[in-house]
């Protein structure tokens, strides 16, 4: 009997464990993963494996690391210290709690009181180039602003689709519904309209060393960007392509910061646009539809063969909506896009804009919102 | 302990009607029924993943009730429908009748003109069926929150008839191809499985199973080159259908072995291609390299 209850609470204490591991796990898994026990039988670890596998994991990524904790925590003398069930992790997740309400609602307030300051400090902000942004404090505002900006935009693109009232052609179903309650007169008629949806993006954005001025900010639009239309993936892409969208939907800037490090081995470094493309041909190619938005921010400065971008482009064309290149390079004054790859890759884009500064991102509303 | 035997004999009725399941399936699908959760399966396209379904309703011998998601299905595709014709004419017959209007309403608004689609379908039956709700991704978010209410509540409520309760719990199945993000809520409420590409000993089996007529020699070759063929640098990998297709295609051609016909292996490829990119990658040289590789 009492041994029943220690693996019972062997049980809880894994529950806990892959909750603190990143698993999706709530109250409700706990008193499952005992009735999964009983069911597969304790005594066979391969069974109670992948009962607690099927229970526990909840995409591909958890189904992946799933053994690994797993026999972590049950082959005695292989807990090792990246898995320690009571140490830091818990600590260190609830002051990372208090700093997500605290910080951000600060953060907030700051943003909403510089706004009342006046509007000219904030005017010739939006003017100045990403790259004389020197010092911290007018770097962080230009971030919260972008990431404010792609809030506003979203607001913008469900006004569009609310004034969609009347349609062009009767809805005939709908209309027999609506006559029912005058005895089969159609007096009221029901229109059918195309529902504007909005558009889903896809941002990829540079990081590479001569992009470095820029990404940070371009790191903040598309996080504003992915919280404010839920249909949105941001991927970075230097020499190779890091799908970063989880990343960046964390709710706390500087957890958020901390996890980009994390993932961004190599960042920094050169570009090869059209192997980060075919990358994305590839392995994404799933997440794309025909109202699909394809946004690249980078300045063309690429070291692969100038063709491939080309090519790859050509083929993501085929299938996306709209393609928008972002260049900051173009804000400045006597740049001519020259570097092979970006006059390769012209033709294949839509819109070819400056994103220098936070005013030429707001001039990207109307391309948002037209898809 | 009878547990373990349970799971052997689940996979040994799935294997009766044709379906080569690992044993770790078999264990989560006889916890399907036990914990009464939704399984969700994401796994490459063709890599059996509705099978499952059709697998599961053959081995419990109960209905399956197949939801298939598009974008922009809504309720009346989904939950029910009241049909209208139906009751126009019931009003125009109820007009010369002598009926108070209460009682015409309570008539036209009753089940006998509810068109029940597959989600009321399936918890209205007798028996518990299956109910397979196929790539789910590809649905909007809204329905996927409405389908989640219906997955805990097992209850739809039809605003002119009121809540109907559900009479059997469904053994739900849910299907996804990441075309996108499904939500966190939903992803925690069902049980999980990934399903992936057969091994080479597996996709025998199912070749085995489900071609009886194909030879020792001919199966061995043609998994071989499937299996090679997926590691390779394609578009679109074959799934497991393009393989028994492709078995099945040789099989009419009476091809014994692939080395000895070329021609036909180069005819019949275009059941496992499905891009003109991939069609064109495959060049004779290549493929006669596979297959001197297969064999």
Redesign the interface.
Known sequence: MSECAGIQTRLVEFVRLARENGF???VK?NI?AQ??AH???I??PQ?LH??L???L????N??ERFSELFGAYWRPGKLQARYQPMAGPPAARQAGGKGVGGGEGMADDAGHSGTRKGASAMQSLAETDFRFLADAGSMRTAERLAERLARRMRRRVQRRQRLQRHGRRIHL?RT??N??RY??TPLQLAYRQR?RRQP?LILMIDVSRSMSLYSYVFLRFSRGIINAL??ADAFACHTALVHI?DALRQPDVTRMRESLALISQGWSGGTRLGEALQRFA?DYS??I?SRTLFIIVSDGLDTGEPELPAQQLAGIRRRYRKIVWLNPLLGREGYEPKTGAMLAALPHSDVFAPAHTLQSLLALKPVLTSV | MSNEHDIIEFQQQMMQVGYVAERSLAATLVLLTELQRPLLLEGDAGVGKTEVGRVLSKVFDCPLIRLQCYEGLDVNAAVYEWNYQHQLLAIKLLEQSRLSPESAEHQIFSEAYLLKRPLLQAITQAKPPVLLIDEIDRADEEFEAYLLEVLSDFQISVPELGTIEATSRPYVILTSNATRELSDALRRRCLYYYVEYPEFDKELRIVNARLSGIGQQLARQVVAFVQALRRGDLRKKPGIAETLDWAAALLRLKVDSLDENPEAVMDSLVCLLMTREDSEAMTEATVERMVARAV
Not at chain 1, 57 to 60: A, E, P
């Open positions: 999706r796990v709530g898994e499952d009735r999964v069911r597969c039988g005594t066979d069974r992948w009962g596998r099927s229970l994991c909840s995409d591909q958890d189904w179903r027999v519904r006559s029912l005895g089969g529902i889903r839920r249909d969208t590839r799933a997440r539809n």
